[in-house]
């Protein structure tokens, strides 16, 4: 099994889940972004499965540099039936 994550330092849980973000409110409304040991635990508990932890923050630049190079997917987004609020925010 592969579980792909965005996590958040364990130390930000409590001020981050008495507020919304950005991400929260319009990327993934309702989302809780977990710190990695929460995971660990609960796959620990009812599983004989291992985590297995990278970073890969210091790619992420790189990565997202990339992809603003291509071209936008835009007019196929929007024949899709999404607004342009929704492709500027994906932008």
Same mark, same amino acid.
């Given at each position: 099994?592969?579980?792909?994550?965005? =996590?958040?330092? =364990? %130390?930000? $849980?409590?001020?981050? &889940?008495?507020?919304?973000? *950005?991400?929260?409110? *319009?990327?993934?409304? !309702?989302?809780?972004? #977990?710190? /990695?040991?929460?995971? $660990?635990?609960?796959?620990?508990?009812?599983?004989?499965?291992?985590? &297995?932890? %990278?970073?890969? &923050? +210091?790619?992420?630049? =790189?990565?997202? /540099? +990339? !992809? @603003?190079? =291509? &071209? /936008?997917? +835009? @007019?196929?987004?929007?024949?899709? !039936?999404? #607004?342009?609020? *929704?492709?500027?925010?994906?932008?």
């Amino acid at each position: 099994m592969l579980l792909q994550a965005i =996590t958040i330092r =364990t %130390s930000f $849980t409590r001020r981050r &889940s008495s507020s919304v973000d *950005f991400i929260q409110r *319009f990327i993934f409304p !309702g989302s809780f972004i #977990p710190p /990695s040991p929460a995971i $660990t635990e609960s796959l620990r508990r009812p599983t004989d499965l291992k985590c &297995s932890t %990278s970073r890969t &923050s +210091a790619h992420y630049a =790189t990565t997202f /540099s +990339a !992809g @603003a190079r =291509t &071209s /936008s997917p +835009a @007019a196929r987004v929007r024949r899709l !039936g999404y #607004p342009d609020a *929704f492709v500027r925010m994906w932008d």
